[in-house]
Each structure stands twice: as C-alpha cells, then as structure tokens.
C-alpha cells in the first residue's frame, strides 16, 4: 500500500497556496508532486547499499518553480519541444503560437503548463492534476481538458499517465521535464553516468535546434547509445549535430510501435548502482544533456546545478511534428482522447 500525504508547499507571488503531495512505498522509494504544474519536486531511490537520495533536480518551494525558467520536473504542454516559427497549422488555418525561444515556441510558450496552478486529486496510489487550457492559451486553438496521474508502485515504479480531450482540433504533445541525477540532486554532472537508448535513429537539427524533416541513423555517430555508454565519452564531439546543441539536446525514435508500453532506454550511475529505465508507448524520447545549466540555478538545499548537472529523458511526440509531414501526428480532433503513459522504473546494479 503507498502511503499518501499532503502539506502546504508555499504561496505564489498573487497569494494562493501550493500543496505538496507525499507518496511513499513503505521500505522503498518515495515521490514528492506539486500540484504548481503538476511537477515533480522529489524522488527518493535507494542505492545499492539501501541509501535514499533525491535524484531529480527542483527547489524547496513553489515560488522557486514559479521564478524559474529551466522546467524542472514539470508537465510541459501543450506542446512539449520546439516548433518552427511558433506556426501551427489545422487543416486550412494556421495559428500564430507565442515565440518564446528566439523565433521557435518551446515547451508551450511564455506560460505552459508548468506555470499554472492544477486542480488536484488524491487517487488509488497516486494523484491526479487535472485543468482546462483554454482557446487561445499561448495561441492554440480548441478549449484542452487535461489530466496528468502519477501513481507509485511497491516495485519502486513511477507511472505518469497523460490524457486530454478537446473541442476544437488542437495539437498536443505532454511530456515531463524531470532532470535526472543519479548520484544525488546535488552530486555533480551526469558525465559518469551510462545510458543506453533503444533507438536506431534520431531526428537532426538544424541550427535552431528544429528538426531538418530528416530521420538518421545512429551508427557511426556520436549518438549511437544502443549499448551502454558513458555519457562524458563523446559529449564533446566535433560532429555537427553534437556542436548545434551544445551536447546532447536531440529526439531518439524509440524502437517498437508507438502506442505500445516498451522500454525506450536506461540510465545506470556506477558510482550508487542505481538503474534507471523508462518504458513510453510515445513514438519519441528527448535526451538533453544539461547543456543549459551553468550554476546559477539555485535548488533545494541551496545546491548548485553546474553545467550538465541533470539530465533529461522526455518521452514524447518528434519536435515540430505539425509542420513536418513526415512525423506521427500530433492532431487531436473533438471525439478523440489523447492517451500515453510513461514509466521510470529504478532498480540496481551491483
């Protein structure tokens, strides 16, 4: 039985008060949700000695969520990743979205999702945030009704199950923005750590970061992670791809059939034997590198995040998929539910 518990998380800058939600499997991993973009504050994993430590990057209030701007832990919407020129298009229209990285919308514009208060509710082992974003939020079109559950399990298992309807054609791409370390939140760079990708292709940028419409293979090439390799190894490749992100900010094509509950990668730190996998039914998994962090970011404990200190791995649909033929769509239309689930499963290694 996961044990439940709520508290007071701090007050926004208008006053109104975020809750904290505590989930703990008894003798094992414990989470900590906000109900401030649905996010995930804290995750608690055993090493291979039994040591709990907290493995994702955040702060110890909402007001450092709500003053911040690197998305930690947070659901991102409506559009998670880039798309071209903030231009959307829906049959005959096109949408001019909110440009809020140079010309490109990110991770839904100046206000996402992770920027709002959710409606919050505790369910069977977990808890459900649910709001409506509205017609014209960051310029989409269709009124979005969203709920986002986190549920733990005693095998030490977080699932993330995302669903929405709409009443207009609208497109939508959810995802979580946790930063991974797991050594510790505050241990250093992730360059130790091993990942391996079940992916034999990615998507290329170009150097706005907006894919090219292209699908590469990884052989040869500094993105190859289909065995487990040290992160710090070939981060700083002088291959093109590898020099437009600063490192590592590309969408791997996870092997399998979307739609479909399949491993998608794993994440192993030598140093606590933790082991990290993640499991999507998403046709894609961001893996960004920490790139953007450089110690100004302030987390909880007063931690300093340096440069590479984290580490994403957002299951989701390809970047720019509406202005890229190509891709898996992205198109919600009214009498269709958009459904995925991810999991982030943590074992060890000895």
Not at 32 to 55: E, I, K, M, N
Not at 71 to 80: I, K, L, M, N, V
């Amino acid at each position: 039985m996961i044990e439940i518990t709520k508290k007071p998380f701090g007050n926004l800058a208008d006053g109104r008060e975020a809750s904290l939600y505590l989930l703990k499997v008894p003798d094992g991993m414990s989470v900590a949700l906000t109900d401030f973009g649905a996010t995930l504050v804290q995750l608690h994993v055993p090493d291979r000695r039994g040591v709990l430590s907290d493995v994702t990057l955040g702060y110890d209030d909402v007001r450092g969520y709500e003053e911040g701007r690197s998305h930690f832990g947070c659901t991102t919407g409506r559009y998670g990743n880039r798309i071209c020129d903030g231009r959307l298009p829906v049959g005959d229209e096109v949408y001019q979205l909110e440009r809020n990285d140079g010309q490109q919308h990110l991770h839904g514009g100046v206000t996402g999702f992770g920027q709002f208060l959710w409606e919050a509710e505790v369910v069977t082992d977990g808890v459900r945030f649910s709001r409506v974003s509205p017609h014209g939020e960051e310029g989409y079109p269709g009124s979005l009704t969203v709920h986002v559950t986190f549920t733990l399990t005693p095998a030490n298992e977080l699932s993330i199950r995302y669903d929405a309807v709409t009443d207009a054609p609208t497109h939508v791409n959810l995802t979580n923005h946790a930063y991974f370390n797991l050594a510790g939140h505050n241990a250093g760079t992730i360059l130790n750590h091993k990942l391996c990708l079940a992916a034999k292709a990615f998507i290329p940028v170009d150097d706005t970061l907006i894919p090219t419409g292209e699908i590469a293979d990884v052989e040869g090439t500094a993105l190859d992670f289909r065995h487990p390799t040290r992160i710090g190894d070939r981060i700083e490749s002088t291959e093109p791809q590898m020099l437009l992100g600063r490192g590592y900010d590309h969408c791997f094509v996870v092997d399998g059939r979307p739609g479909t509950l399949r491993l998608a990668g794993s994440l192993v730190d030598p140093s606590s034997g933790r082991l990290m996998e993640v499991l999507t039914t998403e046709p894609g998994m961001q893996f960004y590198s920490g790139n953007f962090l450089d110690g100004t970011q302030i987390g909880k404990g007063g931690a300093k995040h340096p440069f590479r200190g984290g580490l994403c791995l957002e299951t989701q649909h390809f970047p720019d998929s509406p202005n890229q033929l190509a891709f898996p769509s992205t198109l919600l239309v009214p009498g269709d539910r958009y459904e995925t689930e991810t999991i982030y499963r943590f074992t060890v290694v000895p």
